[in-house]
């Protein structure tokens, strides 16, 4: 009696567990999982590009100050 109480409450928490899986590979799943991981992926590309035009613009600003060259949008 206990034993098959074992595999009866086994086999219900192992179709517990293969629904659950089915539902998260439901297209709407699929896609909102998508879709957030490329919105993260787009601000982290955002982020370091800023950060990369920011440190090259800074670079510049000290390279033209030690070779004494003119700032590039004053013509003289």
């Known amino acids: 009696m206990i034993r098959r109480l074992f595999y009866l409450s086994l086999g219900a ?3 517990v567990w ?3 899986r089915l539902q998260a590979l439901h297209p709407n799943h699929v896609a909102r999982r998508t879709a957030n991981h490329a919105t993260r992926l787009l601000e982290q590309v955002r982020d370091f590009t800023s950060d990369a035009l920011g ?3 800074e670079r510049e600003t000290v390279l033209r100050a030690r070779f004494g060259l003119s700032d590039p949008d004053n013509h003289h």
Do not use: K
Request: proline share 0%; net charge neutral; aromatic share 0%.
């Open 13 to 15: 928490l192992t179709a």
């Open 18 to 20: 293969v629904m659950r």
């Open 55 to 57: 440190e090259a613009a």
